[in-house]
């Protein structure tokens, strides 16, 4: 599966947006993202989770399903690091121009580059 920066940035905001000190179930979580983003596979969603975890994003449990593939189990909420990175592509115009540069490039799939560009951008809005 090759990794949709969109779908992870939507990911991110939809945590963003959950009841802070709760738990969402996975099922729940996953309804909810595909109601508000249209029909898109849950093993999609519970893939672009788990890398969002492993790179230190959002604090979620998994677990081996029955069918040999992974479970969402619940998702809690973002962690410093997610906040950090929603801040620097939160506004669409940002994330416009940061997508462009990105496939410009050929680095569609780069989390490191969103994260890059958006720091640029950032520091480009503040003058430094």
Known sequence: MRLDENIFRN????????????????????????????VIKEAVIVEHLQLAQEAGFIDA?????????????????LTYDGHQL????????TWNNIKAKI??????????AVKKLGEAYLQNKLGL
Not at 103 to 112: C, F, P
């Open 11 to 38: 990911l991110l905001l939809y945590t963003e947006s959950l009841e802070a000190d709760s738990f969402t179930r996975g099922d729940e979580f996953c309804n909810g993202f595909i109601q508000k983003h249209g």
């Open 61 to 77: 449990g998994f677990e081996e399903g029955a069918s040999g593939g992974t479970d969402l189990n619940y998702v809690k909420r």
């Open 86 to 93: 929603l801040i620097k592509i939160r506004s669409e115009t």
């Open 103 to 112: 496939k410009e490039e050929g680095l569609e799939g780069s989390i490191d």
